[in-house]
């Protein structure tokens, strides 16, 4: 039995202003959203349309899109323009494009899974560039400008309102740098991406006027900044040094990893990064900044034992706040816009839960046809906690639990106007590593809450072997097939543990934990809701997808002012059988914990899939929101 003392007492109410006793709030945008990877096998069009055609992967990123909502907003898949396939040059010499496979992908991303693209403009479509060296400037432009005109006649230009543009990814690297790019062929190509941005037209037509083109930000160099071995990178910030006001990237991005896998490497290696090149040229201090590789260790496909289990999510939470905590320094990462993580690849044998993903990938060969399953690993779960987090939030605390080790505390909050809010929600971070003779951490949290009604608490935990698949499927031998039950049995652990809930009725109210017995790390995330917090809204866009035969992938689409006070969802199916008729609704998630937007349905005892779904919420106040819409499945 876990141990872990909570303790809520009341306390008179004291009113204040976004603070809880001496700590300020500050508007916090969820800067750490985006995911990324490289598609595995050739880099031209046939390789990678069919890497990102393949139902492995799109499964994948299904189930990425999956998390809680604001969890993931953006991706940013290297060579994703190659999926438009150059056809042939017109009269005048101008290259003429099939967008049909570019336009599948990007159908696929929007509609289905609502995610935007971070499109890196590299690729060397059918050759036109690097046979046409004296044209590739032109080119470049033309490109560019098509791309986005093309998108905005089939869609409209709301459609490409958060995509993010960026450059050449890693251009000083030679495994990238695909076109030969010369300092001066460089910096060309960046400001011909420029130009190419800013005269893609907005083609709305609106009561017979043409609106002006919309301004597109242009992030880059997507850079190592080693030293001068990366002429190119360095050369584009010298270029915009000199002259600001006409540099063709607006937000400076750039690539930090860890070296031994830690947060503080991350974040210390950015900082040392940034405050070089401000010392080399401070008129960049004008340009936000991005680390859109922000990940604990290089090359994601190296086989590493944290990257499996909870201390990998750890990892990860702990990147974001000590990044919050720089930012708030107003130092070197003063105008940190975003951070993204490399961790969207497909993780394949015998390295299932290794590999830098966020979930395990097991290639299921003897079944007729072969499929592929997918269970969540702890850093997804870990996503999904962040996504709770409030609109504005305090600078990180340290709460000592012995001579060596501390406890970081993230507090945020949302809505409210006199008050801290009607929402708070804090994580509480374990260290990373500890000694086997930890003390007993002890520590008063006051849930400052100004609020006219009742609130309630939930909180959940993120903790070894309890919510960890990776230890559950090394108990049983770590089969390359598993069997239905242990993959129930994986998913069972794959999302936060539901700790404790129930009502705070009074102002305010003191949390007391005691963390003395939990295994290290951990991660607690506490909630607290105001009733008069929006209530649950109707789950939208309900979508079955087929994993293999009896087996479904079940989704759904949250509200994003909605679902903090969320408990869990019940998925409800009602069968239908070979001669139509329907049997009862039943709740096929009787049991489960799913406080994220999915869950895998696979019947026993050759139960069928075919039938009728739909999905309600449950919040701490133990209300439902209205049922999804029902939609009826039907295996083929």
Same mark, same amino acid.
Request: glycine share 6%.
């Given at each position: ?368 046809? !072969?499929?592929?399953? *997918? ?5 997804? $779960?870990?996503?999904?906690? &962040?996504? =709770?987090? /409030? ?90 097939? !598993?069997?239905?039950? *242990? ?5 069972? $652990?794959?999302?936060?543990? &539901?700790? =404790?809930? /129930? ?134």
């Amino acid at each position: 039995m876990l141990s872990l003392l909570l303790v809520l007492t009341t306390f008179a109410r004291i009113h204040a202003h976004y603070t809880s006793g001496d700590v300020v709030y500050h508007t916090m945008p969820h800067f750490w959203t985006g995911v990324g990877f490289c598609p595995a096998g050739r880099i031209d069009h046939e390789g990678i349309s069919s890497a990102l055609s393949d139902p492995a992967l799109r499964l994948n990123l299904r189930q990425i899109a999956a998390l809680p909502v604001g969890a993931v907003t953006h991706i940013r898949i290297h060579w994703l323009l190659e999926l438009i396939q150059f056809w042939q040059y017109d009269p005048s010499g101008i290259p003429i494009y099939d967008f049909s496979k570019f336009d599948d992908f990007i159908d696929f991303l929007h509609e289905e899974l609502r995610l935007s693209p971070a499109l890196e403009w590299m690729g060397n479509l059918g050759g036109v560039f690097s046979e046409n060296p004296m044209q590739q400037s032109f080119y470049w432009e033309h490109l560019v400008k098509t791309t986005i005109n093309h998108q905005i006649a089939r869609h409209g230009s709301s459609r490409l309102a958060n995509w993010r543009y960026e450059t050449w990814n890693e251009p000083d690297l030679r495994g990238y740098n695909k076109l030969n790019f010369t300092a001066h062929t460089y910096l060309d190509y960046v400001q011909a991406v420029r130009r190419g941005l800013s005269k893609a037209g907005n083609l709305d037509n609106q009561d017979g006027k043409v609106p002006l083109p919309m301004y597109r930000s242009l992030r880059g160099p997507a850079g190592l900044f080693k030293d001068s071995n990366h002429p190119l990178c360095w050369n584009l910030l010298e270029l915009c040094s000199q002259r600001v006001v006409y540099c063709p990237i607006d937000i400076l991005t750039f690539h930090r990893k860890g070296i031994e896998g830690t947060a503080t490497e991350i974040v210390n290696g950015s900082l040392s990064l940034m405050a070089k090149i401000y010392e080399e040229y401070p008129n960049l201090k004008q340009l936000p900044v991005a680390n859109d590789e922000a990940d604990p260790v290089a090359h994601w496909s190296t086989s590493r034992e944290f990257q499996a289990d909870v201390r990998y999510g750890i990892t990860l939470i702990s990147t974001v706040m000590q990044f919050w905590h720089a930012k708030l320094a107003e130092g070197a990462l003063a105008r940190l816009e975003s951070i993204s993580h490399d961790n969207a690849f497909l993780s394949y044998h015998p390295y299932e839960f290794t590999q830098r993903t966020l979930l395990a990938h097991f290639r299921m060969n003897e079944t007729k046809p !072969p499929h592929s399953q *997918l269970v969540q690993k702890p850093v997804y $779960a870990a996503l999904g906690m &962040l996504a =709770k987090l /409030g609109s504005r939030a305090a600078d990180v605390e340290l709460v000592n639990m012995d001579t060596k080790h501390s406890v970081q505390v993230l507090r945020t909050v949302s809505g409210g106007l006199g008050g801290p809010g009607q929402y708070m929600a804090t994580i509480f971070l374990s260290p990373e590593e500890a000694g086997p003779k930890m003390t007993a951490f002890h520590h008063k949290y006051t849930l400052n809450m100004s609020i006219a009604n009742e609130s309630a608490f939930i909180t959940e935990l993120l903790l070894p072997k309890e919510t960890d698949p990776y230890y559950i499927w090394r108990q049983e031998g770590s089969p390359a097939y !598993p069997n239905a039950t *242990l993959r129930e049995a994986m998913r069972r $652990a794959q999302t936060p543990r &539901l700790y =404790k809930t /129930g009502p705070i009725w009074q102002y305010n109210s003191e949390l007391v934990i005691n963390s003395a017995s939990i295994p290290l790390p951990w991660a607690m995330l506490l909630r607290v809701c105001s009733a008069s917090w929006p209530k649950l809204r109707r789950p939208q866009q309900l979508s079955i997808a087929e994993v293999t035969h009896r087996e479904v992938f079940i989704s759904w689409m949250e509200h994003p002012k909605s679902t903090q006070c969320l408990l869990s969802y019940e998925v409800w199916f009602k069968e239908r059988d070979n001669l139509g008729r329907s049997a009862d609704w039943m709740l096929i998630s009787d049991g489960w914990h799913l406080p994220y937007p999915s869950f895998q349905y696979a019947p026993a005892d050759k139960g069928s899939v075919n039938g009728f779904y739909k999905v309600r919420g449950v919040d701490v106040f133990n209300e439902t929101s209205p049922y999804s819409q029902i939609v009826e499945y039907l295996e083929l």
